[in-house]
């Protein structure tokens, strides 16, 4: 299920799973099926056409257009086209199209663009027309499968609620994130406070739609959504209740599943989190064994103990209608444009339709039945959403954006950076002279904007013999306090640090995680964001088994249990000499991600992505 | 002296043959004149298309009878199009709701009064199997349009865009139920608006909101179009599943398309004309090539009917 990011495979086909991450991951996302070789081949003299997809159905799309590369379908006038899908985020693809493509970090700009739903097209044009271009994403999209926004919530769970019974909705969301009681309102104390999962809307397709469904029912409303009511301090008071009981965010659904999939087997699933705003299609993939949609070589699917509920929200609920954008772009040459309506025609035609419900999507094409595995034994229901919602004007869409940002569940976070000696290797073999930690300062700085004012946010680096007597081995450079007093400093104290020496990773990890748990705060994410890019190494390498052992029980102690005062620790391994499975094991014992930078240059990237939890 | 001369006949004989030169060639950019004036070379004449019906002109672009690269034209460009223009393939009663628009007093048309019926169909309703219920209990055994679009009925109806040629012509029956006979000045503008915004999907054409209505329901609960549209999708895979039924309230109504040609251009187009693929084109809309029939009475009543609700 977690796979690290081949190199090889990323500098070929930019598989990732978040915005942008084109040769970055995180080890509980998707998207990539790890596999090191090219798998579309030559594409000798055809025409090629770059398909940028959502990461969710990147091995559908791969398969389709394996079986359409060579065949009769794919030749068009004087020669052939040949397709060649890649993983791209919708809210990542959205900004590069909006604002400027580079190919030599993104990879091929698309001809085809199949975001998840075409409320990211609209939010492209939107985005152009307000810079006075073009729009690039034509009005009525080719949809071609589908799959509706759900809460989705562990079976007892949504039996205590007498789901499906009595329905629920957002508006029960929030009234459980603010009850004092929690789940002891419902008979089971155990289950501790209700905790939702949801993505960064900014990002993330469930989580914009999410987002929609939220403010909808804030207002009653099921159409015309409009800036005056984003305005109205109900709204806004919904909206807090519904982000206080967020676990956390992130740029991708499967960080949410993965975690609630690992937990299951201990048991503690319930204590993770509550419901997760999830699409249709990923809920079914869970209970079916496979919580990231992709099997890894040798992976066999396992049920869950737990299986989950798909909710639909009384107040109406939004489907991703996965459209295929033909680019109105200055780079869309008239042949590719053909290549591409030849692959639009045979991905409508039943058989093909047929093989997006194999991969849990609703058909777009009539013709083709809705059945297996959208079941109810999959815990889906064919016969809803019984209510839709229309999905609000662009310039809604982008205000809402915009005011989340602001109304999101504030965030505490600590930055631990190695300043290790191996951090002044160079970054590349370019000219650039850049070394890692160079490049891993400039990222860490662009991160801070996404920080909002009152997010609390220290800065601690770590490596031997630090100090003025060179015994410690690591340095509190700024408290965790709010950004609006801390930003600038911590932009000059990320800018000052300098490589040092051996790298006390273990050490510094639990300190970090125990100084957070510390002062931990319920109303906010307590996060420790760490950067490395080695393996433990503080003298002694005798005890580094035990150390380990010591932290991942103290990681495991301090996040499980109905009284877990729960710190997420991020890792991103960085650079190719990163022990990436070490801190894969540290992320999970809190239930967060690891992220994979071990291509240097990918580093603003994975911290965007980083930071995209909170 | 005979030398100069015999310079200033030749340069007559050339100014002779320049002028004839330059006349020939204003007179071919000249729309008004005789012989090839079209923008592929040839003298076919210069058909648009409503959006929705582009590949009925494709077909008949392709088969020789129009010329190359139709053009698009809609309700909103009708009334002033461009002068290249020669006829128009739309739903009825377009034309005349864009000679309304061009002049209130219909003293200049700009296209002629007679159209020519290029296929039709009744207009019926596709409807969900729960909205099936819900319209048996509140319309009884046989609906009508009136009842269909009484408020009460709780179902969210796709029309179409009251801007559109095939908006306006689905949105007939309908508006019609909402005055009395086509008095506008008893008609319930806010009922029709409150109908338009029923669904919680755009009002698109027929065909798109009956694919809504089958692959994602929830948005749209009836369909109004033409018969041979909207049965085909109750017998989709889909349209099974969820119990779609094709019904049809009263009174009857048809919807045509039909071509109107450009007055003071000369268009000999009618049905007979249509190849194969071009009848294929008329039929994949839901209408039956070489039927249908306009209403007179039915544009000025619409052409106000698109003043009221914009």
Redesign the interface.
Known sequence: MTARRSPRWLEFVTIGVAAGLVAAGCSTGSGSDGSPEDPFGDPGSCTVIDVAVSSEKIDLMTDLAKGFNGSDDAEIDDGCAFVRPYSKASGGATTLLADGWDEESEGPRPVIWSPAASSWGQILNQRLADDGRAAMAAS?PVSFM?T?LVIGMPKPMADALGYPETPIGWGDIAQLATSGEGWAAYGHPEWGAFKLGKTNPNFSTSGLNALIGQNYAATGK???LSTEDLNDPKTKEFGAQVESSVVHYGDITMTFLNNWFRTDRSGTSLLYASAVAVEEKSLIDYNKGNPDGVLEPGESPRKPRVPLVAIYPKE??L?S?NPLYVLDADWVSAKEKQGAEAFIDVLRRPSNQKKVLDYGF?????????GAPITKGNGVD?NQ??????VPKPAVMISMLDRWKEQRKGARVLLVLDVSGSMDEPADEGASGDTKLDLAKRAAIEALDEFKSDDEVGLRVFSTNLGPDEDQNYLDLLEVQPMSTNREKLANQIRNQLPQNATPLYEVTQESFTDMAADYDETQINAVVLLTDGVNDDGDPDDDRAQLEELLTTLRRGTDGENAKPIRVFTIAYGRQADFDTLEQIAQSTNAAAYDASNPATINKVFTAVVSNF | MMKSRGLAVIGAFVLVALAIVIRGRLAKDDPGSDGPKRRDGSDRPVVACAPDLAAVCDALAADGKIAKDPPDLDLPGAAAPDDAIDGWITWSPAPQIANFVADPSVTRRVWEQEVEALGGARTVVLVDGTSVDALSASCRSKPTWRCLAAADSGLAIGVGDPATAEGIARLAPLAEAFADDRDIDTIDSAGIEDLLAGPTVAQTDADEMATQLTTSPGGVSVVVGPMGLLTRFTSTAQGKQRRLTVLEPSPKATLSVVVAGRTGHDLALTCDDLPADAEDAVTAVGVSPCSGSTDDGLAGFLFQVQKKVG
């Open positions: 009525k589908l509706p099921s159409r015309d109406g609920t489907y209608d609703r058909p777009g094409n009539p013709d083709v039945a809705v064919p959403p019984s209510k839709l919602l229309q």
